[in-house]
């Protein structure tokens, strides 16, 4: 008879510096050194609303609100191995990238940027990552 592996820990990340979760899903999971982030989008988490004064403020909170969700998990952003960034408009790539690269100057992880027909709340941008210990 095979043994099972034990279940591996799973720790919730939660932290009111980034904007709670809008469905049945965690801000982030660390799992043993891995810890994985669900996507964020550019609600400012002091007061719940949107920043919709273009794709470069858009950007700038997602990044933040990720960064807080990192620094809850005693990470940051030189931890981060991979990102996934949807847009609504492919065409803001240019300008997305110019922020983002604000937060991944040396080594930046490895990343897909994708277009898409809709993200939650009307927003332009969303972006999740992976981080490890």
């Given at each position: 008879?095979?043994?099972?592996?034990?279940?591996?820990a799973?720790t919730r990340i939660?932290?009111?510096?980034?904007?709670?979760?809008?469905?049945?899903?965690?801000q982030?999971?660390?799992v043993?050194?891995?810890?994985y982030c669900s996507?964020?989008?550019?609600i400012d988490?002091k007061?719940?609303?949107?920043?919709?004064e273009g794709?470069?403020a858009e950007?700038?909170?997602?990044?933040?609100?990720?960064g807080?969700?990192?620094k809850?998990?005693?990470?940051?952003f030189?931890?981060?191995?991979?990102?996934?960034?949807?847009?609504?408009?492919?065409?803001?790539?240019?300008q997305?990238?110019e922020?983002?690269?604000?937060?991944?100057?040396?080594?930046?992880p490895?990343?897909e940027?994708v277009q898409?027909?809709?993200?939650?709340?009307g927003?332009?941008v969303?972006?999740?990552?992976i981080?490890?210990?």
């Amino acid at each position: 008879m095979r043994r099972q592996a034990a279940p591996t820990a799973r720790t919730r990340i939660k932290t009111p510096l980034a904007p709670a979760a809008i469905g049945p899903y965690s801000q982030a999971l660390l799992v043993d050194n891995t810890l994985y982030c669900s996507g964020q989008i550019a609600i400012d988490p002091k007061t719940g609303h949107l920043i919709d004064e273009g794709i470069e403020a858009e950007t700038e909170r997602v990044l933040e609100n990720l960064g807080a969700v990192l620094k809850a998990a005693g990470m940051d952003f030189r931890h981060v191995v991979r990102c996934t960034v949807y847009l609504i408009d492919i065409n803001d790539y240019a300008q997305m990238n110019e922020v983002y690269a604000r937060y991944f100057s040396e080594a930046p992880p490895a990343r897909e940027a994708v277009q898409v027909a809709a993200l939650p709340r009307g927003v332009r941008v969303e972006i999740s990552c992976i981080a490890v210990r």
